[in-house]
T-cell receptor, first 114, second 115 residues
């Protein structure tokens, strides 16, 4: 019962470095998404995907890229990290077959950009 | 523009008493509402939800009330237990132009249950 798995748990980057946050789910969920959590801001949607090969922007997509080549994986790429991207990142998935089925979240990646 | 607001960043309640967490929204297109609970170093987990066609939904100790005219919902926990200490996020859902559900979260309320 792995659910949604995120790696790494912690990461420190220097400004301008790039990295990929990994997200995998084993529930055969078609819908996957990335959120960031910041103090006083709640959870904000970065990008989402409704199936393999289909992605779309959320509320705060700038500075992030995504792709969805398989149902299981939905990596989030930071091409040139900035201090404003210091945050906790959560990946989530759900089955869209049932309208408004709840999201299943991973345990997060805490990213610090110096 | 915060479409879903949780105006109380924190709340402390005595064990055994009722905890009431509040949430206000501005977008009249929201048609489904959810509460998530989050412990430190873990991801949020789904707690309870309510459709806009209802005004109350109950699940054990947890009850969610929806007042559409006031654009307000609340989560009642009774009786409160120490394990309920967590951050609670309110979320609201609406269909976007492509028919996909878009979920908007509030800023969260940290609930502390005092033994």
């Amino acid at each position: 019962n792995a659910g949604v798995t995120q790696t790494p748990k912690f990461q420190v980057l220097k400004t301008g470095q790039s990295m990929t946050l990994q997200c995998a789910q084993d529930m055969n969920h078609e819908y996957m998404s990335w959120y960031r959590q910041d103090p006083g801001m709640g959870l904000r949607l970065i990008h989402y995907s409704v199936g393999a090969g289909i992605t779309d922007q959320g509320e705060v997509p700038n500075g992030y890229n995504v792709s969805r080549s398989t149902t299981e994986d939905f990596p989030l790429r930071l091409l040139s990290a900035a201090p404003s991207q210091t945050s906790v990142y959560f990946c989530a998935s759900r089955s869209p077959r049932r309208y408004n089925s709840p999201l299943h979240f991973g345990n997060g990646t805490r990213l610090t950009v110096t | 523009d915060q479409q879903v607001k949780q105006n109380s960043p924190s709340l402390s309640v005595q064990e055994g008493r009722i905890s009431i967490l509040n949430c206000d929204y501005t977008n009249s297109m929201f048609d489904y509402f959810l509460w998530y609970k989050k412990y430190p170093a873990e991801g949020p987990t789904f707690l309870i939800s309510i459709s806009s066609i209802k005004d109350k939904n109950e699940d054990g100790r947890f009850t969610v009330f929806l007042n559409k005219s006031a654009k307000h919902l609340s989560l009642h926990i009774v009786p409160s237990q120490p394990g309920d200490s967590a951050v609670y996020f309110c979320a609201a859902s609406a269909r976007n132009d492509f028919g996909n559900e878009k979920l908007t979260f509030g800023t969260g309320t940290r609930l502390t249950i005092i033994p």
